[in-house]
């Protein structure tokens, strides 16, 4: 059990959209659009803290929830797949009783 330093695996962070741009990582200015200072510009922070994630931890934490719904995507069509009508019948076959 490792008692002293940092943590040496990447584990999911809660994320909740920024206060500031309601999600956006922009503001909308006069006359052009403005980046969020108080996430960064990603649209999100920290749940915890509040605070906006480094550039390294806000790319860690998005390729994990990319990766987290790429794997909910493949189990829902695997689902689908096996869900689906069998037209042909028993045994994937027309029968016509000859």
Not at 40 to 46: K, M, S, T, Y
Not at 54 to 78: F, P
Request: aromatic fraction near 6%; glycine fraction near 12%; hydrophobic fraction near 35%.
């Amino acid at each position: 059990m490792k008692k002293h330093g940092p943590d040496l695996t990447n584990k999911p962070r809660h994320l909740v959209p920024c206060p500031a741009c309601n999600g956006h990582g922009q503001r909308r200015g006069v006359f052009y659009d403005i980046d969020c200072d108080a996430c960064g510009a990603a649209g999100f922070v920290d749940g915890a803290t509040g605070l906006a994630l480094e550039q390294r931890d806000a790319v860690v934490q998005l390729r994990m929830w990319v990766k987290r719904l790429l794997e909910e995507q493949r189990r829902q069509a695997s689902r689908l797949a096996r869900e689906e009508n069998n037209r042909k019948g028993a045994g994937g076959a027309h029968f016509r009783g000859d």
